[in-house]
């Protein structure tokens, strides 16, 4: 029993130690068929960097980095940062962050606001309140919607809404530009990044409506073109059949005031007529009783009378008659 035990454990050993050098020789070999790749180095921050900060030698620092997977613009040395002058940060930094050259300042520039502004793009201010600046919660760096309410001190069914831009970069928030704030903060001008003819939108918008704006989520994806929305969307303006039976009625109460004018006019006529027949018999009547003396003189003409008629109740015509003797 015991020998055979001492050489169960031999072989055991035996094979133990066989399968320790096939290992070896498997990470060996897979060693020399995938060699280490190169590397670089690249700058970092070495510390959190805010806007407008200058970036030195104690908060900078070089990592490894693999050769093949440079980042465009990025530094490999501190030497190559700062060689041509003073740089600033143009955008808040984290620690071990790449340094790009697209979020520092060229060498010896200052840290302006023109400076953030894309290739072919404008900055434009919005005047904003506490509720159309979303209460404080849009910041430097989210997107947001711009949209024009036109129509509000009128009546209700002239009110509507138009998507004026989509998703629109906030560059600053009232003078404060890259810096995010830990608590909401109402702001009375909202800068943002625009093409020409946004902006030009978005300055005459200004002046003919009220503008708003809708915080985005980050990184969705710009919706299709919206619709105007009206105050009848909304079930408050007044429905279509309404505003139609509105026009019928108005339609009908025009016609009867023409009806009214002309019937006002012919009678008016009629009431002309009857007081020059009533003229004509008087003065008949007058010939038939006046006979003519021999050689009395001649009899003084009758009397005239002054009839008034009153038309359409403020007119007034007089007509002037003989009276009779």
């Given at each position: 029993?015991?020998r055979s035990s001492v050489l169960s454990l031999?072989?055991?050993?035996?094979?133990?130690?066989?399968?320790?050098?096939?290992?070896?020789?498997?990470?060996?070999?897979?060693?020399?068929?995938?060699?280490?790749?190169?590397?670089?180095?690249?700058?970092?921050?070495?510390?959190?960097?805010?806007?407008?900060?200058?970036?030195?030698?104690?908060?900078?620092?070089?990592?490894?980095?693999?050769?093949?997977?440079?980042?465009?613009?990025?530094?490999?040395?501190?030497?190559?940062?700062?060689?041509?002058?003073?740089?600033?940060?143009?955008?808040?930094?984290?620690?071990?962050?790449?340094?790009?050259?697209?979020?520092?300042?060229?060498?010896?520039?200052?840290a302006t606001l023109s400076t953030q502004i894309?290739?072919?793009?404008?900055?434009?201010?919005?005047?904003?309140?506490?509720?159309?600046?979303?209460?404080?919660?849009?910041?430097?760096?989210?997107?947001?919607?711009?949209?024009?309410?036109?129509?509000?001190?009128?009546?209700?069914?002239?009110?509507?809404?138009?998507?004026?831009?989509?998703?629109?970069?906030?560059?600053?928030?009232?003078?404060?530009?890259?810096?995010?704030?830990?608590?909401?903060?109402?702001?009375?001008?909202?800068?943002?990044?625009?093409?020409?003819?946004?902006?030009?939108?978005?300055?005459?918008?200004?002046?003919?409506?009220?503008?708003?704006?809708?915080?985005?989520?980050?990184?969705?994806p710009v919706a299709a073109a919206s619709e105007?929305?009206?105050?009848?969307?909304?079930?408050?303006?007044?429905?279509?059949?309404?505003?139609?039976?509105?026009?019928?009625?108005?339609?009908?109460?025009?016609?009867?005031?023409?009806?009214?004018?002309?019937?006002?006019?012919?009678?008016?006529?009629?009431?002309?007529?009857?007081?020059?027949?009533?003229?004509?018999?008087?003065?008949?009547?007058?010939?038939?009783?006046?006979?003519?003396?021999?050689?009395?003189?001649?009899?003084?003409?009758?009397?005239?009378?002054?009839?008034?008629?009153?038309?359409?109740?403020?007119?007034?015509?007089?007509?002037?008659?003989?009276?009779?003797?």
């Amino acid at each position: 029993m015991r020998r055979s035990s001492v050489l169960s454990l031999a072989v055991a050993l035996l094979f133990g130690a066989l399968a320790a050098f096939l290992a070896r020789g498997l990470l060996i070999g897979a060693q020399v068929q995938s060699p280490r790749p190169a590397l670089g180095r690249v700058v970092v921050a070495a510390a959190p960097v805010g806007f407008g900060a200058p970036l030195t030698e104690a908060n900078l620092r070089e990592v490894e980095w693999p050769a093949g997977d440079a980042l465009d613009g990025s530094f490999s040395t501190i030497a190559d940062l700062t060689k041509d002058g003073r740089r600033l940060a143009l955008a808040p930094l984290q620690r071990n962050e790449p340094v790009l050259a697209a979020k520092i300042t060229a060498p010896n520039q200052r840290a302006t606001l023109s400076t953030q502004i894309e290739q072919g793009m404008r900055a434009v201010t919005i005047r904003v309140d506490e509720v159309r600046g979303v209460a404080g919660f849009v910041l430097p760096g989210d997107r947001v919607d711009l949209i024009l309410t036109r129509g509000e001190g009128g009546t209700q069914d002239t009110a509507y809404a138009d998507m004026l831009i989509q998703n629109a970069k906030v560059l600053a928030i009232d003078q404060v530009a890259g810096d995010r704030q830990d608590k909401p903060t109402v702001a009375r001008a909202v800068t943002l990044e625009l093409n020409v003819p946004q902006a030009q939108k978005a300055i005459l918008a200004q002046g003919i409506g009220r503008l708003s704006l809708v915080l985005r989520q980050t990184g969705e994806p710009v919706a299709a073109a919206s619709e105007r929305v009206t105050a009848a969307d909304l079930g408050t303006g007044q429905s279509a059949a309404a505003k139609n039976q509105i026009a019928d009625l108005t339609a009908q109460v025009e016609a009867l005031r023409k009806a009214a004018d002309a019937a006002s006019a012919r009678a008016g006529e009629g009431t002309r007529a009857q007081l020059a027949e009533m003229e004509m018999r008087l003065r008949g009547e007058i010939g038939r009783q006046a006979k003519p003396p021999g050689l009395s003189p001649a009899a003084p003409p009758p009397p005239k009378l002054t009839i008034n008629v009153i038309r359409n109740g403020s007119k007034r015509e007089p007509y002037p008659v003989d009276a009779e003797e």
